[in-house]
């Protein structure tokens, strides 16, 4: 029976190689479609976090002081 399809092997073998390189990532996301949704949500979180960085800062306890 055949427990791994086409993508399955082509899964398998990036996460062995992924695991092998000297500093292994610590996420790994598999596919242009999951690669696209993942770097899209991290870009709009980064921005939206970017976007209230004064406010952020100026709750830094040692700014109070």
Known sequence: A???GVRGKRAARAVLAAMAQQT???RL???????DAVTETLEQTLTDIRASEA????A???ALS
Not at 55 to 58: A, I, K, N, Q, V
């Open 29 to 35: 996301v598999l596919g242009d479609a999951a690669f």
């Open 24 to 26: 292994p990532p610590q």
């Open 2 to 4: 055949r427990l791994l």
């Open 60 to 62: 830094d306890f040692r």
């Open 55 to 58: 406010l952020s800062r100026g």
